[in-house]
């Protein structure tokens, strides 16, 4: 993402979306884009998770979730990477993994319960095919 103005992400040789690493970045035309760009890559779940009539997917990034008491997300620490200025923690939500970067470093150990909560605003909405909603 530093060495280029702009980017063309391809999948199967057809052209997903064009645009400046941050444009397609911030603003992923698609689950797919949204997925290839960053590090550790957007966590994707059901939307059921949040809302039991929800089907859509729902993406978070993982520097986007924190740890809140009333955080909307109940997870189960399954491994911790201490990175110095970053913590990584993967976790189980339901039979999901996710990732969490959380900034500076914290005391989380395997097998740990917590919630994981985020802004409303930083959610990524998907349809049953990819495309990006909101």
Same mark, same amino acid.
């Given at each position: 993402?530093?060495?280029? @103005? /702009? ?6 040789? *057809? ?16 689950? %797919? +884009?949204?997925? %290839? ?9 059901? !939307? ?7 089907? *859509?997917?729902? !993406? ?5 979730? %924190?740890?809140? &008491?009333? !955080? ?6 399954? =491994?911790?990477?201490?990175?110095? !200025? ?7 939500? @339901? ?7 959380? %900034?500076?470093? =914290? ?11 985020? &802004?409303? /605003? &930083? +959610?990524? *909405? ?9």
């Amino acid at each position: 993402m530093t060495l280029a @103005d /702009k980017i063309v992400v391809l999948r199967d040789g *057809r052209v997903e979306q064009i645009g400046s690493p941050m444009e397609l970045y911030n603003n992923p035309a698609n689950q %797919f +884009v949204a997925g %290839f760009l960053g590090s550790p890559s957007m966590n994707f779940f059901p !939307g059921s998770l949040l809302n039991e009539s929800d089907d *859509r997917t729902v !993406g978070v990034r993982p520097e986007d979730l %924190f740890i809140a &008491d009333d !955080g909307a997300l109940s997870a189960r620490v399954s =491994h911790v990477e201490q990175l110095g !200025g970053d913590t990584n923690v993967i976790a189980n939500v @339901d039979s999901l993994q996710i990732t969490a970067r959380l %900034f500076g470093q =914290h005391a989380i150990e395997e097998g740990q319960d917590l919630r994981l909560g985020f &802004d409303p /605003k &930083d +959610v990524y *909405r998907f349809d049953n095919e990819g495309a990006r909603l909101s």
